[in-house]
């Protein structure tokens, strides 16, 4: 029961470190996009340009626990369907993160 709370705790800050970063990023730039239902892995704003930033790796996991998709798959759709994408200068970036 504990590891239960303790998951759903960590869902919660993500969530809304997620919606704190989107209402910093759009009053700073009311222009910028927002992958959609990938907000547990946004992790920051790029300074230079003011656009999201996520992490790839949560993205992916996203893909495989969402959709449930295996990693190779996830990988490939994530590689041609978001990280290829571009909208326009306000595109969100995925960074790697090495810990």
Same mark, same amino acid.
Request: glycine residues 8%.
């Given at each position: 029961m504990k590891k239960e709370k303790k998951n759903l705790n960590t869902i919660l800050?993500?969530?809304?470190?997620?919606?704190t970063i989107k209402e910093e990023l759009s009053y700073i730039? &009311?222009? =910028?996009?927002?992958?959609?239902? /990938?907000?547990?892995?946004?992790?920051?704003?790029?300074?230079?340009?003011?656009?999201?930033?996520?992490d790839t790796d949560k993205c992916i996991d996203?893909?495989?626990?969402?959709?449930?998709?295996?990693? &190779?798959? =996830?990988t490939e759709y994530f590689d /041609?369907?978001?990280?290829?994408?571009?909208?326009?200068?306000y595109t969100p970036r995925f960074i790697k993160i090495y810990e």
């Open positions: 800050k993500m969530n809304k470190s997620a919606k730039n &009311e222009q =910028a996009l927002f992958a959609d239902g /990938f907000d547990e892995a946004l992790v920051g704003i790029d300074q230079s340009d003011y656009v999201a930033v996520y996203i893909l495989m626990q969402k959709i449930g998709m295996n990693q &190779e798959d =996830a /041609f369907n978001i990280l290829g994408s571009y909208m326009g200068e």
